[in-house]
Protein backbone atom coordinates (compact mmCIF):
# COMPACT_ATOMS: atom_id res chain seq x y z
CA UNK A 1 0.00 0.00 0.00
CA UNK A 2 1.53 3.06 -1.25
CA UNK A 3 1.94 5.74 1.70
CA UNK A 4 -0.38 8.45 2.33
CA UNK A 5 0.77 11.44 2.19
CA UNK A 6 -0.89 14.55 4.68
CA UNK A 7 -1.94 17.52 2.95
CA UNK A 8 -2.47 20.74 4.31
CA UNK A 9 -5.40 23.09 2.98
CA UNK A 10 -4.33 26.13 1.39
CA UNK A 11 -6.86 28.07 3.90
CA UNK A 12 -4.91 26.52 7.14
CA UNK A 13 -1.73 27.76 5.39
CA UNK A 14 -3.00 31.42 4.94
CA UNK A 15 -4.07 31.24 9.08
CA UNK A 16 -0.33 30.05 9.85
CA UNK A 17 1.40 32.31 7.33
CA UNK A 18 -1.02 35.55 9.24
CA UNK A 19 -0.57 34.18 12.31
CA UNK A 20 2.64 36.41 13.37
CA UNK A 21 1.11 39.72 11.66
CA UNK A 22 -2.00 39.17 13.96
CA UNK A 23 0.35 38.87 16.96
CA UNK A 24 1.93 41.86 16.08
CA UNK A 25 -1.57 43.75 15.02
CA UNK A 26 -2.75 42.85 18.44
CA UNK A 27 0.10 43.83 20.49
CA UNK A 28 0.27 47.24 18.58
CA UNK A 29 -3.42 47.31 19.66
CA UNK A 30 -2.77 46.16 23.25
CA UNK A 31 0.13 48.98 23.16
CA UNK A 32 -2.18 51.87 21.99
CA UNK A 33 -5.09 51.13 24.77
CA UNK A 34 -2.41 51.05 27.48
CA UNK A 35 -0.73 54.35 26.44
CA UNK A 36 -4.07 55.99 25.99
CA UNK A 37 -5.40 54.34 29.32
CA UNK A 38 -2.45 55.45 31.21
CA UNK A 39 -2.76 59.37 30.14
CA UNK A 40 -5.53 59.39 29.84
CA UNK A 41 -7.19 61.75 32.43
CA UNK A 42 -10.57 60.82 33.19
CA UNK A 43 -8.93 57.64 34.65
CA UNK A 44 -9.70 57.86 38.86
CA UNK A 45 -6.35 57.74 40.91
CA UNK A 46 -5.93 56.35 43.84
CA UNK A 47 -4.94 58.58 46.98
CA UNK A 48 -1.02 56.80 46.96
CA UNK A 49 -1.37 57.55 42.98
CA UNK A 50 -2.48 61.39 43.60
CA UNK A 51 0.67 61.42 45.62
CA UNK A 52 3.21 60.12 43.56
CA UNK A 53 1.90 61.83 40.30
CA UNK A 54 2.20 65.10 42.45
CA UNK A 55 5.73 64.26 43.17
CA UNK A 56 6.25 63.57 39.51
CA UNK A 57 7.28 67.12 38.08
CA UNK A 58 9.53 65.26 35.27
CA UNK A 59 6.29 64.39 33.69
CA UNK A 60 4.12 67.26 33.75
CA UNK A 61 1.06 64.96 32.84
CA UNK A 62 1.18 62.99 35.73
CA UNK A 63 0.83 66.31 37.59
CA UNK A 64 -2.01 67.61 36.13
CA UNK A 65 -3.54 64.63 36.45
CA UNK A 66 -3.08 64.52 39.77
CA UNK A 67 -3.98 68.16 39.65
CA UNK A 68 -7.44 67.39 38.22
CA UNK A 69 -8.68 64.41 40.82
CA UNK A 70 -8.16 66.80 43.48
CA UNK A 71 -10.10 69.59 41.81
CA UNK A 72 -12.65 66.78 41.58
CA UNK A 73 -12.34 66.00 44.86
CA UNK A 74 -12.68 69.55 46.28
CA UNK A 75 -16.25 69.55 44.04
CA UNK A 76 -17.71 67.00 45.64
CA UNK A 77 -16.72 68.68 49.24
CA UNK A 78 -14.40 65.89 49.97
CA UNK A 79 -12.23 66.39 52.92
CA UNK A 80 -9.48 64.04 52.20
CA UNK A 81 -8.58 66.93 49.30
CA UNK A 82 -6.87 68.96 51.74
CA UNK A 83 -3.90 66.61 52.63
CA UNK A 84 -2.50 67.34 49.18
CA UNK A 85 -2.58 71.15 50.17
CA UNK A 86 0.87 71.33 50.61
CA UNK A 87 1.90 69.93 47.80
CA UNK A 88 -0.03 72.20 45.57
CA UNK A 89 1.19 75.37 46.69
CA UNK A 90 4.74 73.94 46.39
CA UNK A 91 3.62 74.04 42.67
CA UNK A 92 2.72 77.52 42.42
CA UNK A 93 6.32 78.43 42.95
CA UNK A 94 7.46 76.05 40.25
CA UNK A 95 9.86 76.92 37.32
CA UNK A 96 7.11 75.20 35.50
CA UNK A 97 4.32 77.38 33.66
CA UNK A 98 2.13 74.33 32.82
CA UNK A 99 1.83 73.35 36.72
CA UNK A 100 1.85 77.08 37.98
CA UNK A 101 -1.53 78.18 35.24
CA UNK A 102 -3.16 74.85 36.41
CA UNK A 103 -3.05 75.40 39.85
CA UNK A 104 -4.33 78.53 39.85
CA UNK A 105 -7.14 77.79 38.08
CA UNK A 106 -7.59 74.80 41.22
CA UNK A 107 -7.28 77.16 43.98
CA UNK A 108 -10.27 78.74 43.46
CA UNK A 109 -12.34 75.51 43.98
CA UNK A 110 -11.75 75.55 47.27
CA UNK A 111 -12.85 79.71 48.25
CA UNK A 112 -12.22 79.22 52.35
CA UNK A 113 -8.36 78.18 52.06
CA UNK A 114 -6.53 80.85 53.00
CA UNK A 115 -3.13 79.53 52.23
CA UNK A 116 -4.87 79.40 48.36
CA UNK A 117 -5.71 82.42 48.49
CA UNK A 118 -2.33 84.12 49.53
CA UNK A 119 -0.67 81.90 47.09
CA UNK A 120 -3.28 83.46 44.28
CA UNK A 121 -2.44 87.03 45.47
CA UNK A 122 1.63 85.70 44.35
CA UNK A 123 0.17 84.16 41.31
CA UNK A 124 -1.69 87.38 39.87
CA UNK A 125 1.78 89.04 39.54
CA UNK A 126 3.33 86.25 37.35
CA UNK A 127 5.30 86.77 34.74
CA UNK A 128 3.48 85.08 32.34
CA UNK A 129 0.24 86.63 31.54
CA UNK A 130 -1.74 83.06 30.90
CA UNK A 131 -0.93 82.35 34.80
CA UNK A 132 -2.15 85.74 36.09
CA UNK A 133 -5.34 85.32 34.09
CA UNK A 134 -6.38 82.18 35.78
CA UNK A 135 -5.02 83.71 39.08
CA UNK A 136 -7.28 86.53 38.49
CA UNK A 137 -10.33 84.32 37.76
CA UNK A 138 -9.58 82.25 40.81
CA UNK A 139 -9.61 85.26 42.66
CA UNK A 140 -13.04 86.33 41.78
CA UNK A 141 -14.31 82.80 43.34
CA UNK A 142 -12.59 84.82 46.86
CA UNK A 143 -14.51 87.97 46.13
CA UNK A 144 -11.26 89.98 45.78
CA UNK A 145 -10.79 92.32 42.63
CA UNK A 146 -6.94 92.07 43.30
CA UNK A 147 -6.95 90.93 39.70
CA UNK A 148 -10.03 93.04 38.26
CA UNK A 149 -6.55 94.76 36.04
CA UNK A 150 -5.72 91.36 34.71
CA UNK A 151 -9.35 90.66 33.83
CA UNK A 152 -9.64 93.84 31.63
CA UNK A 153 -6.25 93.20 29.83
CA UNK A 154 -8.17 90.44 28.60
CA UNK A 155 -10.56 92.53 26.63
CA UNK A 156 -7.57 94.75 25.15
CA UNK A 157 -5.15 93.94 22.47
CA UNK A 158 -2.24 92.22 24.12
CA UNK A 159 1.07 93.11 22.84
CA UNK A 160 3.81 90.57 21.95
CA UNK A 161 6.76 91.80 22.34
CA UNK A 162 10.68 90.53 20.38
CA UNK A 163 12.85 89.25 22.95
CA UNK A 164 16.29 89.97 21.08
CA UNK A 165 17.15 92.81 18.41
CA UNK A 166 17.21 91.86 14.51
CA UNK A 167 15.57 91.49 11.48
CA UNK A 168 11.37 90.06 11.95
CA UNK A 169 10.59 86.95 10.48
CA UNK A 170 6.90 85.78 9.56
CA UNK A 171 4.44 84.30 7.52
CA UNK A 172 1.57 85.11 9.96
CA UNK A 173 -1.31 87.93 9.13
CA UNK A 174 -3.77 89.57 10.73
CA UNK A 175 -6.77 87.36 11.43
CA UNK A 176 -5.02 84.28 12.38
CA UNK A 177 -5.98 81.86 14.81
CA UNK A 178 -3.26 81.18 17.48
CA UNK A 179 -2.42 78.65 20.26
CA UNK A 180 -0.65 79.33 23.16
CA UNK A 181 2.86 78.29 22.05
CA UNK A 182 2.66 78.69 18.16
CA UNK A 183 5.48 80.03 16.50
CA UNK A 184 4.79 83.50 15.93
CA UNK A 185 7.92 84.38 14.36
CA UNK A 186 11.85 84.63 13.91
CA UNK A 187 14.68 87.15 15.35
CA UNK A 188 17.59 87.05 13.08
CA UNK A 189 20.09 88.63 14.70
CA UNK A 190 23.14 89.70 14.10
CA UNK A 191 25.65 87.23 14.96
CA UNK A 192 23.09 84.71 13.04
CA UNK A 193 21.30 83.03 15.86
CA UNK A 194 17.92 82.97 15.24
CA UNK A 195 15.55 83.72 17.99
CA UNK A 196 11.74 82.14 18.10
CA UNK A 197 9.07 83.99 19.22
CA UNK A 198 6.08 82.28 20.24
CA UNK A 199 2.30 83.45 21.58
CA UNK A 200 1.86 83.41 25.43
CA UNK A 201 -1.80 83.25 24.69
CA UNK A 202 -4.35 81.48 22.98
CA UNK A 203 -6.49 83.96 20.18
CA UNK A 204 -6.43 85.77 16.96
CA UNK A 205 -3.75 88.06 15.66
CA UNK A 206 -5.48 91.74 15.83
CA UNK A 207 -2.43 93.83 14.43
CA UNK A 208 0.85 93.47 12.90
CA UNK A 209 3.26 96.10 14.56
CA UNK A 210 6.47 94.96 12.32
CA UNK A 211 6.45 93.53 8.83
CA UNK A 212 9.12 91.03 7.34
CA UNK A 213 12.67 92.57 7.35
CA UNK A 214 11.98 95.02 9.98
CA UNK A 215 14.32 95.57 12.07
CA UNK A 216 13.89 95.53 16.23
CA UNK A 217 15.14 95.88 19.51
CA UNK A 218 14.48 93.74 22.11
CA UNK A 219 11.54 94.59 23.92
CA UNK A 220 9.17 96.13 21.09
CA UNK A 221 6.03 95.11 20.30
CA UNK A 222 5.43 92.88 17.42
CA UNK A 223 2.18 91.92 17.07
CA UNK A 224 -1.02 92.42 19.49
CA UNK A 225 -3.46 89.19 20.17
CA UNK A 226 -7.46 89.27 20.92
CA UNK A 227 -8.31 86.73 23.36
CA UNK A 228 -9.90 83.98 22.63
CA UNK A 229 -13.46 84.04 23.42
CA UNK A 230 -13.36 81.49 25.67
CA UNK A 231 -11.00 83.57 27.76
CA UNK A 232 -13.35 86.81 27.04
CA UNK A 233 -16.29 84.59 28.27
CA UNK A 234 -14.99 83.91 31.11
CA UNK A 235 -13.73 87.39 32.45
CA UNK A 236 -17.13 89.15 31.46
CA UNK A 237 -18.39 86.40 33.96
CA UNK A 238 -15.86 87.13 36.61
CA UNK A 239 -16.48 91.35 35.77
CA UNK A 240 -20.60 90.89 36.12
CA UNK A 241 -19.05 89.88 40.42
CA UNK A 242 -16.09 92.34 40.70
CA UNK A 243 -16.76 95.15 38.02
CA UNK A 244 -16.61 98.61 38.40
CA UNK A 245 -18.41 101.51 36.75
CA UNK A 246 -15.64 102.39 34.90
CA UNK A 247 -15.32 99.23 32.69
CA UNK A 248 -18.67 99.36 31.46
CA UNK A 249 -17.68 101.21 28.16
CA UNK A 250 -15.42 98.14 27.13
CA UNK A 251 -17.78 95.40 28.59
CA UNK A 252 -19.96 97.14 25.90
CA UNK A 253 -17.83 97.09 22.74
CA UNK A 254 -18.92 93.06 23.26
CA UNK A 255 -22.06 93.82 22.92
CA UNK A 256 -22.73 94.72 19.49
CA UNK A 257 -19.62 93.51 17.80
CA UNK A 258 -19.63 91.51 14.78
CA UNK A 259 -16.49 89.48 15.81
CA UNK A 260 -17.55 87.82 18.65
CA UNK A 261 -20.06 85.04 19.28
CA UNK A 262 -24.17 85.57 21.16
CA UNK A 263 -22.90 83.96 23.65
CA UNK A 264 -20.16 86.30 24.54
CA UNK A 265 -22.43 89.57 23.78
CA UNK A 266 -25.29 87.62 26.09
CA UNK A 267 -22.72 87.60 28.40
CA UNK A 268 -21.65 90.90 28.12
CA UNK A 269 -25.40 92.34 28.28
CA UNK A 270 -25.62 90.43 31.30
CA UNK A 271 -22.28 91.89 32.71
CA UNK A 272 -22.79 95.24 32.24
CA UNK A 273 -26.76 95.23 33.82
CA UNK A 274 -25.03 93.73 36.61
CA UNK A 275 -22.53 96.50 36.74
CA UNK A 276 -24.76 98.94 36.51
CA UNK A 277 -27.02 97.09 39.64
CA UNK A 278 -24.18 98.58 42.00
CA UNK A 279 -24.28 102.03 41.18
Known amino acids: ?86 QIQALSSSPETEFRLTVAWLMGFDNRSTEFHNSLLMLVNDNEPIVRRNAALALVRFNDDHGHDELIAVLKPFAVKSTAAGLVSSTLHAGSDVSRGTLLGRIQQADGKVTEVRSPLPGKINQLLRENGAQVNAGDDILTLNSDEASVWEVLRGLSL ?21 RVKQQAILTANSIQAKK
Do not use: C
Request: proline content about 7%; charged content about 20%.
Open 1 to 86: MADTETTVPPKVNRIWASGPILILAALFLIATFLAWYFTWFGRGLSDADISKYLSDTKNPRHVQHALLQIQQRIERGDPAAKSWYP
Open 242 to 262: IGRTDDLPIVRTYTNSSSVSA
